[in-house]
């Protein structure tokens, strides 16, 4: 998958689904899209307008890839802090995401990416700028009146964005899981395997060093989310390659 798809496939679990909660100032919102935004965006289309809770998949991405992705300049940006400039544009808009970006690479803040920033972040660490721009948003979302609502869901979002945008600009794999899930059986399962079979297994080792790779490319930074991002990754891979060792029974 490209590096939209992908940031997509995490920044999707963050926005969940329906929410409209009294103290967001964004009102009804589905999958991150609150009504206003997927109002213009059915208007822009020809489109009648529609209760949010209906929005499209397919409608979901073209929101993000346009309204987001592309006016941040994410095929643009190093890998990781990609994710890192669209998660908080979603989250607190286009123009303040870059300001963020602007300035954790020492360039005038005018809330629009364009040559001299890009430039700016070629000359600089990914995981530096990453970092820069962590730190204006947690003290940016600290001085809003909602803070005392989401603290809690804010900290959590952006430690994690933080952890993972840093994770992929050093190269490490997506964090969703490269193994397939396997569909539950009917009845008695008798067949479990055991530990030498999932040594034995070609699927499971391969299972197993992608794993290794992606443990270590977390683990590397510093911190209890790197830590918890891991211990995450060695779980699912140990369940992954049960079920790749069962389905071989």
């Not at 920033?117 to 003290?139: F, H, K, N």
């Not at 933080?162 to 969703?176: D, F, N, T, Y």
């Not at 395997?193 to 992606?214: R, W």
Request: aromatic share 6%; with cysteine; charged share 20%.
């Amino acid at each position: 998958m490209d590096r939209f798809e992908r940031s997509m496939s995490v920044l999707a679990a963050h926005e969940g689904g329906y929410s409209n909660h009294p103290a967001d100032p964004g009102g009804a919102t589905m999958k991150g899209v609150t009504k206003r935004v997927y109002d213009a965006h059915r208007k822009a289309n020809d489109q009648a307008v529609q209760d949010v809770r209906k929005i499209t998949d397919a409608e979901v991405y073209e929101i993000y890839r346009a309204q987001y992705w592309d006016r941040v300049r994410g095929d643009e940006l190093p890998a990781g802090l990609a994710y890192c400039v669209f998660d908080a544009a979603v989250n607190s808009g286009v123009s303040q995401a870059a300001k963020w970006l602007q300035r954790a690479v020492g360039v005038a803040d005018d809330g629009a990416i364009g040559a001299m920033t890009l430039a700016a972040v070629g000359q600089r660490d990914a995981a530096s700028i990453i970092d820069g721009i962590c730190d204006q948003r947690m003290a940016f979302m600290k001085r809003l009146k909602q803070w005392i609502a989401f603290k809690n869901g804010w900290t959590r979002r952006v430690s994690e964005v933080r952890a993972q945008s840093k994770a992929w600009a050093k190269g490490a794999p997506p964090a969703v899981s490269a193994v397939p899930s396997q569909p539950q059986a009917s009845g008695d399962v008798t067949n479990a395997a055991t530990t030498k079979d999932m040594l034995q297994s070609p699927s499971a080792i391969t299972a197993i060093g992608g794993a290794v790779g992606s443990v270590a490319a977390v683990a590397s930074g510093d911190g209890p989310v790197q830590y918890a991002l891991a211990a995450v990754l060695v779980v699912a891979a140990l369940v992954g390659v049960w079920l790749l060792v069962r389905s071989k029974k």
